[in-house]
């Protein structure tokens, strides 16, 4: 049942409503690359003041967190991330995005809000700004986390070594939402594993380089990777339970630099995707064992170095958490609540309730507009028709959109703190 303290905290939403959407197209026309979050990070230190927050402002680089203390009661932290990617917008949107920046290599790149970061940091300013005006419906303390870097799978990270775990209290419990392609106006929720755990990995693998007209004096190393590539793929099909999905992909694959010369060394750079620890464990022990072993069958005169690097950990949603959550969505949305499928994306949230070893849920929010979702599915066409997140033509519609991402926070942040 929605409980007269939730309506409440909702009545805001009308007065609140024409500024969020002002923000939220000022946030999506200025995009900004993951650890630049710097113009973001101060519009949102300001909004976190005027409703009344204790603000803290460069966790971690350019994270910023807002308290909002209102008694004693549970304390629930709800995390934004802020970054934007490196993809030039093809949207067509009167506020479409024009920026440039600097990446990390010195290259100057497009910039975009392609993943929708920009609807989570206006709702969850939105659902701070509705607990402010609506101290009398409910009693604990609201702990906003707008996180840099997210699609570096380094921000959650920097606001932890930043020192978050001491700058508030433990939290009870920790969401986060992420818009998605789904029809716009739902929520989705999922017990247990929801996002995968993504590893890449870096192999260095070393030949004897010569002239191409002498392999005999030589370890070639194209053929050794070539080798290494076939192989791998016998890992997820033969080494894996068909009931664990999993995904190994190679994606970058380098050597040499003319063909009749055979390159001294070989980098493989691939992509591994499982949603449980031993799953995981199983793909990278088997990753290293295979290429040990072809490099011994080559003959190479150097044992192969490995490299970890944008490693995602699993996002797994607590049971109870999120029954109860699930039955707070039921409640306020009735149909438009359902259950989000598994999803092959990963995230770095987990790495911030984790680091206080507290339960949290993940939900999915729809962004796409329900008729133009309605006739691609009537089509079978979704995956066609539908840009997803990451694409240049991503375009949440505002409404009900942000309507929905703020009433979802609200929504969930009052099972725990309006009982
Ligand atoms: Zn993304
Ligand atoms: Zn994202």
Redesign the pocket.
């Known amino acids: 049942m929605v409980t007269a303290h939730v309506t409440n905290v909702l009545t805001g939403l009308e007065a609140q409503r024409q500024g969020l959407e002002e923000l939220y197209r000022d946030l999506h026309a200025h995009p900004e690359l993951p650890h630049q979050e710097t113009r973001t990070a101060g519009l949102v230190a300001k909004r976190l003041r005027e409703s009344g927050c204790e603000v803290h402002e460069g966790v971690g680089g350019t994270g910023v967190v807002g308290v909002l203390r209102n008694g004693d009661g549970p304390t629930v932290l709800m995390r934004a991330d802020m970054d934007a990617l490196p993809v030039k917008e093809e949207t067509g949107l009167p506020y479409a995005s024009t920026a440039t920046a600097t990446d990390e290599t010195g290259a100057e790149v497009p910039v975009m809000h392609a ?1 929708g970061h920009d609807v989570h940091v206006t709702s969850l300013l939105g659902a701070v700004a509705l607990h402010a005006a609506a101290l009398d419906d409910w009693n604990g303390t609201l702990v906003a986390v707008f996180q840099p870097a997210e ?1 570096r799978a380094d921000g959650a990270d920097a606001m932890v070594q930043g020192g978050i775990v001491d700058l508030v209290e433990r939290p009870d419990v920790a969401f986060a939402q992420h818009v998605l392609a789904m029809p716009t106006g739902t929520v989705g929720t999922r017990v247990g594993p929801v996002l995968s755990a993504a590893d890449s990995m870096r192999i260095t693998l070393f030949g004897r380089g010569g002239h191409g007209s002498m392999p005999h004096a030589t370890v070639d190393p194209v053929v050794l990777a070539a080798m290494i590539v076939v192989r791998l793929q016998t890992v997820v099909s033969r080494e894996v339970a068909p009931t664990a999905p999993a995904v190994l992909t190679v994606g970058s694959l380098h050597a040499g630099t003319k063909s009749n010369i055979i390159a001294d060394r070989a980098v493989i750079e691939l992509n591994v995707r499982s949603y449980d620890d031993s799953t995981r464990t199983r793909i990278v022990d088997a990753i290293r064992r295979i290429v040990i072993a072809e490099c011994e069958a080559s003959g190479s005169p150097k044992q192969p170095e490995f490299e970890l690097y944008d490693r995602y950990p699993l996002t797994d949603n607590d049971a109870g958490v999120t029954e109860r959550l699930a039955a707070a969505f039921a409640d306020h949305f009735g149909a438009a609540a359902g259950e989000l499928p598994l999803q092959s994306a990963s995230e770095d949230f987990s790495r911030l309730p984790d680091a206080w070893g507290i339960p949290y849920s993940y939900w999915g929010l729809g962004g796409i507009d329900a008729e133009k979702y309605r006739l691609a599915e009537e089509a079978d066409r979704v995956d066609q028709d539908i840009p997803a ?2 694409s240049p033509t991503f375009a949440p519609v505002i409404q009900p959109t942000l309507d929905t991402g703020v009433t979802a926070l609200v929504v969930a942040g009052m099972a725990w703190l309006g009982a």
């Open positions: 993943c699609e997140n990451h």
